[in-house]
């Protein structure tokens, strides 16, 4: 099967993208669509049979730690249908119709697929909100769009995953929309400061312990982007959940309180983790930086042609 728009994209998404296009501005809470059968169904089919075993991608979190959910980033390894996804992410048919859907022109696609590729979280995993990085951390480029396809044959909101929205999570009057992740279903989101997103902790039925919720991400980029959507450049910034409604004073943990905390306080743990190894890098680059700057040409040559090799690392 051809790599081309007109076989791998459901010729629906083009025959209503304007429709799709005055859903995404509704900005409920911020700007997004949901498209639902979105990739052509054989297509989608492949995908899923192709999708990679959890042993083989990473399954180290941001603290360095095995947790429960695996990325693989270079999806172009993992079979012909995900070579030919890639091939469809980079034409510029594709990246003129997300810009359609979308109304963010001259796009570019993340060759490195940092952050994104091939997602897979199992039971006990979960994501705390958050507003994604957003520059790329090679090019540095402006994160301007994510992309999300789900691929789950079945899949109820009770267990925890689908997909949440949220309006301002550090506020009490926080709105969340919440988009159950079924298969072939498509998410498109804006990347902003206020696109805050994540989901529930999975808790899967004794009968369904054998599923896992996966999905493919892509992220999209531009070179430029609106004045006022200009924003330090910053990693991602998460808000940790607050305590379930139901602890109040007086009231009797179970073990399942009591596990609940625990995975609540080592959150917040890893995130602080996570914020003093940033501060220490920055501090040591910034100490390096100023003795490069000290020690002549040849010491200021040395300093950069180190970052540009860390950074090819990614």
């Not at 902790?201 to 892509?218: E, G, K, T, W, Y």
């Not at 992220?219 to 139901?246: K, M, N």
């Amino acid at each position: 099967m051809p790599a081309t728009l007109d076989h791998l994209i459901s010729s629906r998404v083009r025959t209503h993208a304007d429709e799709h296009a005055a859903r995404f501005a509704r900005r409920e809470p911020f700007r997004h669509v949901v498209i639902d059968d979105f990739l052509a169904g054989p297509f989608a089919d492949r995908l899923l049979a192709e999708f990679p075993a959890f042993e083989r991608g990473n399954a180290r979190n941001e603290a360095g730690e095995l947790g429960s959910k695996s990325t693989v980033e270079r999806i172009r390894e993992l079979g012909h249908a995900y070579a030919d996804l890639d091939d469809l992410i980079q034409s510029a048919e594709f990246l003129a119709l997300l810009g359609t859907l979308t109304g963010v022109d001259d796009l570019l696609y993340d060759p490195w697929y940092f952050g994104g590729g091939t997602h897979e979280n199992r039971a006990g995993q979960d994501l705390d909100p958050h507003v994604d990085f957003n520059r790329h951390p090679i090019e540095n480029w402006h994160r301007r769009l994510n992309l999300i396809i789900y691929l789950n044959p079945e899949w109820e909101d009770a267990w925890g995953g689908s997909l949440e929205l949220h309006d301002d999570p550090r506020s009490p009057d926080n709105r969340v929309r919440l988009i159950t992740p079924l298969f072939n279903r498509c998410v498109i989101f804006e990347t902003t400061e206020t696109s805050w997103h994540g989901f529930a902790r999975i808790v899967l039925p004794d009968d369904r312990r054998h599923l896992s919720r996966r999905s493919i991400a892509l992220y999209f980029y531009t070179r430029e982007r609106p004045a006022e959507e200009l924003a330090d450049t910053h990693s991602t910034i998460y808000v940790d959940r607050p305590l379930p409604d139901h602890f109040k004073p007086g009231t009797v943990l179970s073990d399942a309180d009591v596990e609940e905390l625990r995975t609540l306080l080592a959150r917040r743990d890893q995130h602080n983790q996570r914020l003093y190894r940033d501060i220490t890098r920055l501090n040591t680059e910034l100490e390096q930086a100023s003795a490069a700057l000290n020690a002549g040409r040849l010491g200021r040559l040395r300093f950069f042609v180190q970052r540009l090799r860390r950074k090819l690392k990614f």
